[in-house]
């Protein structure tokens, strides 16, 4: 099973940050997992919320900010809101620190309330400009975001996000030729697995912090999990 850094090594760092991403290389992360935004300028950031008042000092939508002035705002966080790893990165800035790591990435395009203009595009040039298309799964709540991508690209790893409409959401990744299904963890079950697997589908499941839990959905076959420590699961 694969144990995808969500946001980085967030539980411990600030999340979404580069000092996040690299302290989770640094613990030997397989995986990595964060979110994109659209700035007002059109830039591409990581980070988890529409808004940025959660994580950083400040508030306002990403989509009213330029990049400039997004840089311009301290983390959240006391304890780190002076480091230059910790201001709001772009999607450049990520992939030039994953790029030399030997990582399965998950981006997820965080479209289901603000559908930002072109992101689709603008996310699969970029990964195709650090030549890490085949290291890459994109995933999404917004049905209409990987609709996109496919028609964009036949090849692009797409991961089906989704908490309820199980059934519909599975019909829908098999219409998208999905590579994988990534569903709240309250929803698997040994029948979503088999559905999965019998269909060519992985199974990652979000969020995972108990090694109790991910235990019991290893034996169940579940292919990978995303949680913010990945040093809770760390094997000798």
């Not at 099973?1 to 760092?13: D, N, P, T, V, W």
């Not at 040039?125 to 799964?137: D, E």
């Not at 040994?190 to 990652?204: C, G, P, R, S, Y």
């Amino acid at each position: 099973m694969i144990y995808f850094a969500h946001r980085g090594l967030s539980e411990i760092y600030p999340e979404n940050t580069i000092l996040s991403f690299d302290k989770a290389m640094t613990a030997g992360a397989e995986a990595v997992e964060f979110d994109v935004h659209k700035t007002k300028d059109g830039e591409l950031v990581v980070i988890h919320d529409e808004d940025i008042k959660r994580t950083f000092n400040g508030s306002g939508l990403i989509k009213d900010f330029t990049l400039a002035e997004l840089k311009n705002f301290k983390c959240k966080n006391p304890e780190f809101e002076n480091s230059k790893l910790c201001k709001l990165p772009t999607l450049n800035e990520v992939l030039e620190i994953l790029k030399s790591g030997n990582l399965f990435i998950n981006i997820e395009l965080k479209t289901d309330l603000i559908h930002y203009n072109n992101i689709e595009a603008d996310v699969l040039a970029t990964i195709k400009k650090y030549n890490l298309q085949n290291k890459v799964l994109i995933s999404s709540f917004n049905p209409q975001s990987l609709e996109i991508l496919r028609e964009l690209d036949d090849l692009i790893k797409l991961g089906v996000l989704f908490g309820n409409n199980k059934m519909t959401m599975l019909d829908f990744a098999l219409k998208v030729n999905a590579y994988s299904i990534n569903p709240d963890v309250y929803l698997v079950d040994q029948a979503l697995i088999n559905f999965a697997h019998d269909n060519e589908l992985k199974v990652f499941s979000y969020t995972v912090n108990k090694p109790s839990v991910a235990s019991n959905l290893e034996k169940l076959g579940c292919d990978g999990i995303f949680t913010d420590n990945i040093l809770k699961f760390k094997k000798d």
